[in-house]
């Protein structure tokens, strides 16, 4: 299989612009986008019977499975235990009954993941597992697998692999949610067209990279950078934090816009930029009053948000225009500025993109 970068000059630019093509290909897998409702495959377990949700895994997956507990728990109305794998592997976790265990790995093969997927399984839980690799040790040792249809992630920096991973979280909440009635046929209906829409959307964002290589300047010039998000923004803030330590080598924490009170605002002088991830919705107000406390103390925010940049009530460096969308839906596009932000700032500094250093693809050792 002969793999290029085609026109771009890094293979995770090339990985980012593909995701419009490859959700639409992993939407077109568990969706009937004729009648608009979930089509997911047979877990072997009746969805209405299961007790608790556990998800684990690293990195960027462990992210994506951040914002599935969001969307199971808020959907569903079912709990979920989320940790990375590397700690729950030890934490001795107790499993319950007739509980679903999801792993979420690119690869397939990272080992604290597939530890931990063996400790679910001989505690009797049922294993799906989300992966990229479809040969992979994880995929062969769960009782179902589900595959993203990303098509093989060169870059280091996980981009097209992880929205692929929210398309199936997104698909597995609904069904749940149907399973256990907690939703209705109309309800379904309505979040399957706002996931089928998500590619059109992150195609518009990615037409014009100006605004996301004026941010990149703004970054290029600090040792430290916040990301904040409320809600299922939170993982995606992680998400972007850890995209731009990855690659551009800057220090980056993402913090939970309310926890900013708590500590990381001892920091915040007109040399930190903070993004904040926030989406017009009901929480809109509450991360509001949290950018105002950086804007208050000189910190530079950069704001990405479908509300107007007066809406942010205070002096913004910066301000990244989002399609309005469903709150449902927002996390796989939100996703997409933070991936560029990050590409365009390791561009400007000069780094090794597609392969950081001391990074590694896969990481098959504890
Ligand atoms: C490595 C990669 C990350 C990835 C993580 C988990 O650290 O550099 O990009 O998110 O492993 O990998 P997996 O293949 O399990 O998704």
Redesign the pocket.
Same mark, same amino acid.
């Given at each position: 299989l002969l793999i290029d970068k085609g026109n771009y000059r890094h293979f995770m630019a090339k990985e980012i612009h593909e995701q419009p093509e490859v959700i639409s290909h992993t939407l077109a897998n568990y969706l009937d986008m004729t009648t608009a409702r979930v089509r997911f495959p047979d877990l072997g377990v009746d969805l209405s019977k299961i007790s608790r949700v556990t998800i684990s $895994?690293?990195?960027? /997956?462990y992210y994506a499975g951040l914002v599935a507990k969001y969307w199971i728990e808020r959907y569903a109305r079912l709990p979920v235990d989320i940790d990375v794998a590397s700690e729950m592997r030890y934490r001795e976790t107790p499993l319950p009954e007739h509980g679903l265990a999801v792993f979420?790995?690119?690869?397939?093969?990272?080992a604290d993941?597939l530890a931990t997927l063996r400790y679910a399984k001989a505690n009797d839980q049922r294993i799906a597992s989300i992966v990229n690799v479809r040969t992979s040790t994880i995929a062969r040792e769960s009782h179902a697998a589900l595959p993203t249809l990303a098509g093989p992630e060169i870059g280091? $920096?996980?981009t097209k /692999?992880f929205t692929c991973q929210l398309a199936v979280l997104a698909c597995l909440a609904i069904a749940i949610a149907r399973a256990r009635d907690k939703i209705t046929v109309e309800q379904e209906m309505a979040l399957v067209k706002s996931l089928m829409e998500v590619p059109r959307h992150i195609a518009t964002i990615l037409k014009n990279d100006e605004p996301f290589i004026a941010v990149a300047h703004e970054l290029a010039k600090a040792r430290d950078v916040l990301y904040l998000g409320r809600g299922s923004s939170f993982p995606i803030a992680l998400e972007g934090a850890l995209k731009l330590k990855?690659i551009s080598y800057i220090h980056a924490e993402g913090y939970a816009a309310g926890e900013l009170k708590h500590g990381p605002i001892a920091l915040i002088d007109e040399t930190v930029p903070v993004v904040v991830v926030a989406p017009e919705d009901d929480l809109f107000e509450k991360t509001v009053s949290n950018l105002q406390e950086v804007a208050a103390r000189g910190g530079q925010v950069i704001l990405i948000s479908d509300a107007a940049p007066e809406k942010a009530g205070c002096k913004l460096a910066a301000h990244i225009q989002m399609p309005s969308v469903d709150t449902f839906v927002a996390p796989m596009i939100y996703a997409v500025p933070t991936q560029l932000i990050a590409y365009q700032t390791a561009v400007l500094m000069g780094t090794d993109v597609d392969q950081p250093r001391n990074?590694?693809?896969?990481?098959t050792v504890e």
């Open positions: $895994a690293c990195g960027t /997956a979420v790995s690119q690869s397939g093969e990272t993941t280091v $920096a996980s /692999a990855e990074l590694a693809k896969s990481v």
